[in-house]
T-cell receptor, first 113, second 114 residues
Framework: AQSVTQPDIHITVSEGASLELRCNYS??????LFWYVQSPGQGLQLLLK??????LVQGIKGFEAEFKRSQSSFNLRKPSVHWSDAAEYFC???????????FGAGTRLAVHP | SQTIHQWPATLVQPVGSPLSLECTVE??????LYWYRQAAGRGLQLLFY??????ISSEVPQNLSASRPQDRQFILSSKKLLLSDSGFYLC?????????????FGDGTRLSIL
């Protein structure tokens, strides 16, 4: 069965530092992967998606993610974090039909000034 | 452009009372629609999805039900709320069909059961 694991529940970084959020997936075929961000009390916003092709995908707000099939990973990165990036980040994979998703448990990012 | 609306934004209900949460989508036709629950400190759990009017699929057994009376309207209901129904409820839509299109989310409803 498909699954998504986000090993880090909570991460704290300093403003201006680089960021990498980890995501590992379990999927039998070629996965379709997503990263979403959720600000407190808000819905989820799509940051980026990977379907096929180039394994390094660019998203909104300066984020990028790299798909590594050999490691079953789809880690999210940002070279320089801003205080406004403090939020919860969810990795997700398509599950079955009708565009259904399985989400990881999320990683909460705190940014120190 | 497409937009998705959920209401109410927050709701406080006593145990045993009924529930109705509404979600509407604008700017698209025949969307797939989804209801999720997000418990405190946990990820998202898919509760229901719908691929057309009157077509509802339940993902987990629970105290809730869903209906889709119109193409772009999705309603989450309960006859008698339980304490365990507390949480943050999110509605989402994607393009119609099984076409690997991403989901887009509303702003959610915070439900507190007393």
């Amino acid at each position: 069965a498909q699954s998504v694991t986000q090993p880090d529940i909570h991460i704290t970084v300093s403003e201006g530092a680089s960021l990498e959020l980890r995501c590992n997936y379990s999927y039998g075929a070629t996965p379709y992967l997503f990263w979403y961000v959720q600000s407190p009390g808000q819905g989820l916003q799509l940051l980026l998606k990977y379907f096929s092709g180039d394994t390094l995908v660019q998203g909104i707000k300066g984020f990028e993610a790299e798909f590594k099939r050999s490691q079953s990973s789809f880690n999210l990165r940002k070279p320089s974090v801003h205080w406004s990036d403090a939020a919860e980040y969810f990795c997700a994979v398509f599950s079955g039909g009708y565009n259904k998703l399985i989400f990881g448990a999320g990683t909460r990012l705190a940014v120190h000034p | 452009s497409q937009t998705i609306h959920q209401w109410p934004a927050t709701l406080v209900q006593p145990v045993g009372s009924p529930l109705s949460l509404e979600c509407t989508v604008e700017g698209t036709s025949n969307p797939n629609l989804y209801w999720y629950r997000q418990a405190a400190g946990r990820g998202l759990q898919l509760l229901f999805y719908s691929v057309g009017i009157g077509q509802i699929s339940s993902e987990v057994p629970q105290n809730l039900s869903a209906s889709r009376p119109q193409d772009r309207q999705f309603i989450l209901s309960s006859k008698k709320l339980l304490l365990s129904d507390s949480g943050f409820y999110l509605c989402a839509w994607s393009a119609f069909g099984n076409n690997n299109q991403p989901q887009h989310f509303g702003d959610g409803t915070r439900l507190s059961i007393l």
